[in-house]
């Protein structure tokens, strides 16, 4: 039996013109995802600096995820392919320190798929929760 | 004088660590490194810890306080966390000296009572050095590294280790252990002291003298043309500064946590391009003020302020550390050399 | 192409155009008796175009055909793949001697017994 | 500090049948910098507005977050209500407690605490949101037509046709493109130069239009509303505005070995030549290259026999630099070489063309006036082999051929295959395919036309080997559907190469900082909804530079890039959206990562002086973003190392500040 | 041993400083050991003459002086670069971080430099001298006597796993050219991926524990050459002095690790001058190795103007989740 039942915290970034709208479909349809995800507005997923990352996982985040039109739907035609190959390298950077990898991701999401908003969020909380609290990059100094 | 065979060295460790923090060198990838000592550890052989024994009494981090805010409350929160009194086991001759150094600084008034905190906790047992290195030279500022200061001096045999307590604090200790000791003899020590002095005399810096410097000598180097030849490779890290005993500036900032904010400070260095910097910007604007300073506050600015007590202890990390090779001989050397 | 005049032959009786064929392959994809066959409804029509006609006269894939029509129903292009099949079947009885018949004679050699189906099967060859 | 004020709204039940709305104003009361909350039904709505702008003015705000639907709803609404208040539009932040969740939340304890911490991170950016003004650049209402096919007359026209100046430029001495040298068009089969040249004349007389021919841009600088391009007009050495296009020079000239590009190189032309007979200009060019006089000094007929003393052997080229509002790329394509594909026997036989040099011999302009004829020995050829996608969809050997569909092929191929069967119902006509494509108005039906009404032998499968031996070809296939290999003895085999864009296209792609693909076409903006644009703004794309394309699509293209440019050169000024990059430039290290990913080509580099620590200047490279270009997507913010580069509007603090609200 | 000698360079600098191709001389300066030599410049032969030398020990790598030196300098400098600093400098110069007109390269072969804490370690503590010969060391020391030592036990890691004996860029070339080596400087990272999470986790805690944010690792970076770096500009949001905790640690290697990606030439400086001995080169050679793996093999500096694989794609690169698992070496 669990004794602690703390909920995650996910930080989920998204990309203004599919990510973004994509979650709003979700709303709009009445879509379910847990409430542990908040998102955070970006004009593009290559927006989202490295850094960005490592400061939700400091601040106390459990997981963190991009989301970012789907490859070749970039609105900025090209920014999402700069997302693919950093988040691929610093993920694996990560993974090489021993940072669970569960608690990253990138997805596309489009701004028509609302359903896969919800399933995704549904999907990576889970997988989170599974890990429970995040001790590795984790600085005492931001818990309370 | 008391002693205790080497092979009972670790009964000593875990007697005293029963009843308070010991810390001790060891072994590690980067050298040896002092450690809360736990059941088992083995204390190393190496001459030196990478990293002095100053972070005891000035460790690199240090929260000073923390403020807790809710809603437009703020509380303050202490912080200090050193209230038992602690044992350094082997530091050697040149770390203590150090201290005094850093006593100079931290003790006078006003009183930095995070330092004097520690400092009143901590007890030193000095172990006398007796394979002594190519880059020691703490012999120029006047230490005898077989006469270690500190509450306990120790002298180390191929067998034994033997014990002199030289305070009260120092007494205590060696009390909490003396089912462990037997009476030890004083010539023993005294030859051994003998053999290192043989190797002193040998060492290739042995002749290195700071007689050239000292308090009143601003004027003399403060423009000399060598500085630029000095410093024109310095890279401006701070790894001169962070292995030095004797360095002791740092700087204060305040970490937003979220709800609340941690007031520490932290090791600064003199070499970093940030160092001082003021609203108006920085007072030394290029490397060569920057490694100016360093060698003359060393050298010049705080035995000036310190009745000629200089601010380095030739412990001769810089030497072995300096990623480019420049340190304060060199310094001492090319500047001392024309005069 | 050899054999032009068998071709245009088959292709005058059948009444079929197989430079209609955009070989979908929809007639063979439809064939119930495609398993039997070692030419399939739509190299037939492929055969016949390019007049390579021989080799499918010498195959019994010409009587695996059940006439059941599917491929003319279903083709795309209003081909007619049976129909072709048909007449190449023709040609073969026509090589083996057996001629057409007249409608006018027909009457005479009908059999009481004979089904209505044959009847009208034999017309419909044998007239052609 | 901000003086924020806070506005959560109900949106009736959608957010308060979730979302405690008081709860949620209350709790956003204490964060920093707030210093009114309210909540209101319907913010939205005019009385709602009316709450926001009354509030702006009562407390002196400087800052507004407003908690209710999605910023992609109403973020411009409430902009516009702050702004009418006084209150620059970007110091406005939403927070969506709506769409993402009251609606997707569904207890009330839940959907507060979530909102609450919705509103603190958009509070926590508006604490460092900084006034933005969108800037404005003025627009040189003046068009530039790179190109001057069918896809560039068309573009030009339509823009002239709104009244807007257009200049052509054109490398070659007279504008007409491809489309001229093509015989009959699919599917109608009318004459190409029928339908051609009547828009040629269109454009010369056209008093908007200016034509640069036998000229090239060889510079352009600045950005959208504001190009300067720099035009090379190559010395023809015939005074253009003299010459009247007689033509006698064309025939006198004692060079006669000039091979024809025109009819590519199947006649001879003049070292003076004007293309061909509805050149515009109708202007005669020397062809330095062979033209003995400029070679040698010794000549001088042409002079000679020009009345109208047009002919200037001095002539330089001239550079001229002019300013425009928009660019159009137009340059086209070329078939590609089929120097690599031996097995075709292209260079070993004369007998072995390509579909554009069956063009020309079907043409009745062309080297045989329009009859059949083979060019080894001017026969008439009875059996006749068309390969198609020679070099389109190969993707084995990157140096031979070209990995996309050339899509044209099929088409203009059963265009060939038709009217040799029609005009010569004795020939044989094979033509080997690996698919056939006919997607377009009428496509199909023609190809089938092809293969019912005039029984074209269509095979299924490709030509292996074409081997020359005495007068005839012998072409070795696959027929697949039969699955056996053919042999068939050829008169004269037709090649319908791959095409590809036009050489000049990636440098002037560098030029124009437009972004390519891996196969040198133009990249668009947006594959589906800015099919004409590049993403580089103010330059936009017609014809086959951006894809291979026919005839009516490229026209159909042309005419969209021209309403592009139109909508653009109709405004005074451009308003730049202000949420760009902008470059500390103190700490920039001028590395061009920046520039390396900018899909706009927004940003440059410039020398700047900077004063050192020791007052001596040291000139620096670093990045300076055009505001007016930038479209700020923020992926220089993310490889400058040193963090100079950032995004006005989502900045790194900013968005740090938001995740600091989020997790603490 | 080095197989060209101090005499051959000093030779080679004055007459480029006598028929006034260049005006002065980045070179090594002899120090007080055998062993502690100094990066410095040379303006006169005199200075030459009197304390150059080139040896076993100098392993500095020139090529990030030049950012500040082309500045300085009035005339030409020369520079002597080894093959692996020979990347460095191309590297700079697609960064156009400095002026390739002010600069001489006189490329030299290297044998591959050696580090003094492994003599220390292998000889023992208190080296009076190294004298290096053909074969191998001899280090005399205060209390082992004379120690020989084998030259290739007491390489830097880098020379261990030296991965060219090329030089990418040169103005002139002084003995023999080499060749790129098929080299084992993954099999460190390789061990590394194949460890579970935990022990990886544990392997970089206890390393990156030792870190006293010196700052060398960046200072002597040729990558590092940032105006103004993110970790000291207090606007930037991660900057700090110290690491206050493990996860600052982290955060200030890895996020130098990835401001370096696919601009890291390898060349080692980073493990070279820590005073910690944190084996830095392997996060950067797991980046190397993940874009060798992802992306296609790229060296950086190989050429002058390439791109580097972060200011680059392709529509079909692979997806940041199954990056991970090659990553580790799974099949993906």
Known sequence: MQIENKKPLIVAFCCNWCSYAGADLAGNNRLNYPAEVKIIRVPCSCRVNPMFILRAFQRGADGVILCGCHPGDCHYTSGNYYTRRRMALLFSMLDYLGIERDRTRVEWVSAAEGAKFAATMNDFVEKVTALGENKRLEDLRCKK | MRKCSLSNLSAVFDKISENLALYIPVDTNGGAKFEKYESGMVMSEALNTVRSAKDFFFPQIEDVAAFKVEGKNIEVVDTRVIKDDFVIFGARACDVKAFEVLDNVFLSDPVDSYYANRREHGIIFALSCSKPVETCFCNAFGIDCTEPKGDVSMWKTESEMYFKANSEKGEKILALVADLLTDGEEKVVESEKAKTKEVLKKLPLSNLSPDKFGGGKTKEYFDDPAWKSLSESCLGCGTCTFVCPTCQCYDVKDFNTGHGVVRFRCWDSCMYSDFTKMAHGNPRLTQLERFRQRFMHKLVYYPENNNGLFMCVGCGRCLAKCPISMNIVKVMKTLGGKN | MENKNLREEIIRRSGVNPLKCMRCGKCSGTCPAYDEMEYHPHQFVYMVETGDIEPLMNSKSLYKCLTCFACVDRCPRGVEPAKLIESVRLSVIRQQGNNHLNTDTIPDIIDEEMPQQAIVTALRKYNK | ?664 | MQKISRETLIEKAKELLQNGTVSSVLGWKAGEFSYDVTPATFNSVEELEKDFVYNDFCGANFSKYLVKATIKAEGKILVFLKPCDTYSFNQLLTEHRFNREKVYVVGIPCEGMVDVEAIRKAAGEGIVSVECTNDGLVVDTLYNGKVKLAEQDVLLERCKVCKSKKHVAYDELLGDEGEVIESKRFDEVERLEKMTPDERFAFWQRELSRCIRCNACRDICPACTCEQCVFNNPKSGVENKAAANSFEEKMFHIIRAFHVVGRCTDCGECSRVCPQNIPLHLLNRKFIKDIDNFYGEYQAGAEVGSRAPLVNYTTDDIEASDAVRKGDGENA
């Open chain 4, 1 to 664: 500090m901000q003086r924020i004020g806070v506005f959560v709204c109900w949106c009736g039940s959608n957010i308060a049948g979730t979302v405690d709305v008081q709860a949620v104003a209350e709790a956003l009361k204490t964060e920093p910098g707030v210093v009114f909350s309210t909540n209101y039904q319907y913010m939205c709505s005019q009385a709602g507005q009316d709450i926001m702008k009354q509030a702006i003015k009562e407390h002196n705000l400087t800052g507004v977050v407003v908690c209710s639907c999605s910023p992609r709803m109403h973020e411009t609404t409430f902009r516009k209500t702050a702004a009418a208040a006084g209150l620059n539009p970007y110091m406005v932040e939403i927070a969506n407690i709506r769409e993402q969740c009251s609606w997707v939340h569904k207890d009330m304890p839940t959907g507060t605490e979530k909102a609450i911490i919705l509103g603190k991170a958009a509070i926590a950016k508006v604490n460092l949101n900084t006034p933005l003004t969108p800037g404005e650049s003025p627009v040189t209402k003046r068009a530039l037509v790179i190109g001057g096919g069918i896809a560039g007359i068309q573009t030009a026209l339509d823009i002239a046709d709104a009244g807007f100046e257009v200049d052509i430029v054109e490398k070659k001495p007279t504008i007409g493109g491809k489309m001229a040298q093509i015989d009959k068009t699919f599917p109608t089969l009318d004459c190409a130069a029928c339908i051609l040249t009547p828009k040629m004349v269109d454009v010369a007389q056209n008093e908007k239009i200016r034509i640069f021919s036998y000229a090239e841009v060889t510079d352009v600088k600045g950005f959208v509303g504001n190009f300067t391009a720099t035009i090379k007009k190559k010395a023809r050495y015939v005074k253009e505005d003299v010459c009247t296009g007689c033509g006698i020079c064309t025939e006198k000239c004692p060079q006669k070995k000039v091979p024809n590009e025109f009819n590519l190189g199947m006649d001879n032309r003049r070292a003076v030549y004007i293309p061909f007979a509805q050149a515009v200009p109708k202007v005669a060019t020397i062809d330095p290259d062979h033209c003995t006089m400029l070679k040698t000094g010794k000549c001088g007929v042409c002079a000679k026999v020009c009345t109208a003393g047009a002919i200037d052997y001095t002539q330089k080229d001239e550079f001229i630099e002019e300013n425009y509002g928009a660019i159009v790329v137009a340059t086209g394509y070329n078939p590609i070489s089929m120097d690599k594909f031996d097995e075709f026997a292209y260079n070993q036989s004369k007998d072995v063309i390509t579909s554009l040099e069956y063009e020309r011999l079907m043409n009745a302009a062309g080297p045989t006036a329009g009859k059949l004829l083979r060019p080894s020995d001017g026969k008439h050829p009875h059996t006749i082999v068309f390969v198609q996608c020679v070099g389109s969809r190969c993707s084995a050997c990157d140096e031979k051929g070209k990995e996309y569909c050339s899509k044209i092929c099929c088409m203009y191929t059963a265009k060939h295959a038709m009217l040799t069967r029609d005009k010569y119902p004795d020939t044989d006509v094979y033509v080997f395919y690996i698919d056939v494509r006919t997607p377009g108005k009428s496509f199909d039906e023609f190809y089938r036309r092809a293969v019912e009404d005039y029984g074209v032998h269509y095979i299924k499968g490709m030509v292996g080997k074409v081997m020359p031996e005495g007068d005839q070809l012998k072409v070795r296939a696959s027929d697949l559907l039969a699955n056996k290999q053919i042999n068939i003895d050829a008169d004269l085999v037709v090649l319908a190469a791959a095409i590809e864009p036009d050489k000049s296209a990636r440098p002037l792609a560098t030029m124009l900082t437009a972004s390519m693909d891996t196969n040198d076409f133009f990249t668009e903006a947006h594959p589906k909804l800015r099919p004409v644009e590049s993403p580089t703004a103010g330059v936009f794309l017609s014809g086959a530079c951006q894809g291979p394309r026919d005839i009516p699509e490229t026209v159909a293209q042309a005419g969209a890039a021209a309403s592009k440019v139109i909508g653009l050169l109709a405004k005074d000024k451009l308003t730049c959206n202000p949420c760009v990059a902008s470059s500390n430039e103190i700490m920039c290290n001028g590395c061009s990562s920046c520039a390396n990913v900018c899909p706009y080509g927004a940003i440059t580099y410039v020398e700047k002086e900077f004063r050192q620590p020791d007052r001596t200047t040291l000139v620096r490279r670093v990045a300076s973003v055009n505001e007016a270009v930038c479209q700020g997507c923020g992926c220089c913010t993310v490889v400058c190392p040193s963090g100079a580069m950032d995004l006005k509007g989502f900045a790194n603090n900013q968005i740090m500040s938001e995740v600091d609200a989020i997790c603490k």
